[in-house]
């Protein structure tokens, strides 16, 4: 499947592109992970979306090998369900596009919104990649 941009597709047809690793590499961007995580809390609630958030990353990598320049990190997905899922909850569930959610949830954008809370040494260790990990410069809101 081609797309000019995720942004381009529906929820349902970003989902699936994302489910069977046809959203090109090029497109999973940090807004896609932010979009993905949003329709699965807000479809699934936190406790059941997180393992399906969490293994269908690893499914995307697995099936992008060779594509991807990063491999999967447990500490960094599990602190950007738990960003999610909080703004979700400050939003009362309001937002009913994603493009409305990140409209009113700007620091989920942040390119610095990880590096608040952990120092690089901490979150790109291996101990990260396989286990969550508190923050260790700012605790989780």
């Known amino acids: 499947m081609l797309f000019r941009s995720y942004r381009s597709i529906g929820d349902e047809t970003f989902i699936r592109a994302f489910e069977t690793a046809t959203l090109g590499y090029e497109e999973w961007t940090h807004e896609a992970h932010l979009r993905m995580a949003w329709n699965y809390l807000t479809l699934h609630g936190k406790d059941k979306a997180t393992p399906i958030i969490r293994q269908g990353i690893r499914n995307y990598i697995d099936q992008n090998y060779g594509k991807v ?73």
């Open 69 to 141: 320049k990063n491999v999967y990190n447990e500490t960094i997905t599990m602190f950007f369900i738990h960003m999610v899922h909080t703004a979700i909850e400050l939003t009362n569930s309001s937002c009913r596009t994603f493009e409305e959610f990140l409209e009113a949830c700007p620091h989920l954008s942040d390119p610095q919104l990880l590096s608040h809370h952990y120092s690089l040494s901490r979150v790109h260790s291996s101990e990260a990649r396989n286990d969550w990990l508190e923050p260790d410069l700012k605790p989780l809101p």
